[in-house]
């Protein structure tokens, strides 16, 4: 997992595929304007959501894959869930490339405008947590094709 600043990360270039590609797509936008709604990178077609939601203490912790999760608070804050590498649940599903664990995280941190991580394939988060009251949070989250 990376847990850094959106402005920081190109950093992180050389470690984390198909991120300056990402980086420069965004940061060419008003993120706080962009329409809720699944958009695509002009170069290679990543996928990314703009998400908006109120954060709830009810979350499931989720794994992925073949994507890592890129995900870049634009308003509001949430506390995430994180933990180390772990096997996928038994509920993942290859097709929607997602599992549901059955426990939460003991671990968190949390996210304000600015704040962005990377969470890679088979590392369990709960994103979209309350931190101390539910609040609406804007969201930007790419899926980054990755292969390990």
């Given at each position: 997992?990376?847990?850094?600043?959106?402005s920081n990360?190109?950093?992180?270039?050389?470690?984390?595929?198909?991120?300056?590609?990402?980086?420069?797509?965004?940061?060419?936008?008003?993120?706080?304007?962009?329409?809720?709604?699944?958009?695509?990178?002009?170069?290679s077609h990543?996928?990314?959501?703009?998400?908006?939601?109120?954060?709830?203490?009810?979350?499931?912790?989720?794994?992925?894959?073949?994507?890592?999760?890129?995900?870049?608070?634009?308003?509001?804050?949430?506390?995430?869930?994180?933990?180390?590498?772990?096997?996928?649940?038994?509920?993942?599903?290859?097709?929607?490339?997602?599992?549901?664990?059955?426990?939460?995280?003991?671990?968190?941190?949390?996210?304000?405008p600015g704040?962005?991580?990377?969470?890679?394939?088979?590392?369990?988060?709960?994103?979209?947590?309350?931190?101390?009251?539910?609040?609406?949070?804007?969201?930007?989250?790419?899926?980054?094709?990755?292969?390990?």
């Open positions: 997992m990376i847990n850094d600043r959106f990360l190109s950093r992180y270039y050389d470690s984390v595929p198909y991120l300056e590609e990402i980086c420069d797509e965004l940061c060419g936008k008003d993120l706080s304007s962009l329409e809720v709604g699944t958009y695509y990178t002009a170069k990543i996928k990314y959501m703009v998400q908006s939601y109120e954060t709830r203490s009810d979350k499931k912790a989720e794994a992925h894959k073949a994507f890592a999760d890129l995900q870049l608070v634009v308003s509001g804050r949430e506390k995430f869930g994180v933990a180390v590498k772990s096997e996928l649940p038994e509920s993942f599903s290859e097709e929607d490339d997602i599992g549901f664990y059955d426990y939460a995280l003991e671990s968190s941190i949390i996210l304000s704040d962005a991580v990377i969470v890679f394939p088979y590392e369990p988060h709960t994103p979209g947590c309350t931190f101390r009251e539910p609040e609406m949070v804007r969201k930007i989250v790419v899926k980054i094709p990755f292969s390990l």
